[in-house]
């Protein structure tokens, strides 16, 4: 579980190598600061760009993680080349504070971007919503984007905005969106069980 807070931003230390047991898996290698090392043993969860992924190597100031063909198809990762930036957090421990929202790196599928509008400082961004989503997403509701949470400031048909403040285009990746960038999208869970029991009831 995380909070879509993003501890830093890292990047590919390489292009994507393919898994030793193929399957159509890959191996991403992730360079990092060393204190999120210190977070970080072999099986520990690491959202990368808001998806979750287990390290399964891991050394001071690198992480491998390994992603299965249906994280390759559902998300951007897979697009992935050396010297790309990806924002990472590491799971939530017993204790620490609870800002953000409830991600679980579980990925809905990926947005394009439809507008980015500078207001001074701030930056607000409107994306592309798909239809099966629709119902999961509402205005003042919450959102992850590449693994960061984001309030929804505007829902209109096919798209939502969202507004982007100055630490959060210099913590994350967000910050070098443009026109046509795609981005991992994960819906609210709450809104999700919401939903699936109304449908069960017939009433969704």
Known sequence: MFTGLVRER??????????PRGGGAVRLRLRHSTALSELLATGASLAVSGVCLTVIEPTPGESLVELVPETLRRTTLGALR???????????????????????????????????????????????????????????????????????????????????????????????ARVGTRLNLEVDLLGKYVLRALQLRGLG
């Open 82 to 176: 050396s010297g790309d930036e990806v924002n990472l957090e590491p799971a939530l421990r017993m204790g620490d504070p609870l800002g953000g929202h409830w991600v679980q790196g579980h990925v809905d599928g990926t947005v394009a971007v439809l507008e980015v509008v500078s207001r001074g400082e701030h930056r607000e961004v409107a994306c592309e919503l798909p239809l099966e989503l629709a119902a999961l997403v509402v205005e003042k509701g919450s959102v992850a984007l590449d693994g960061v949470s984001l309030t929804v400031a505007a829902v209109a048909p096919g798209r939502f905005g969202v507004a982007l403040i100055p630490h959060t285009l210099e913590a994350t990746t967000l910050g070098s």
């Open 10 to 19: 890292g990047r590919l230390a390489a292009d994507p190598t393919p898994a």
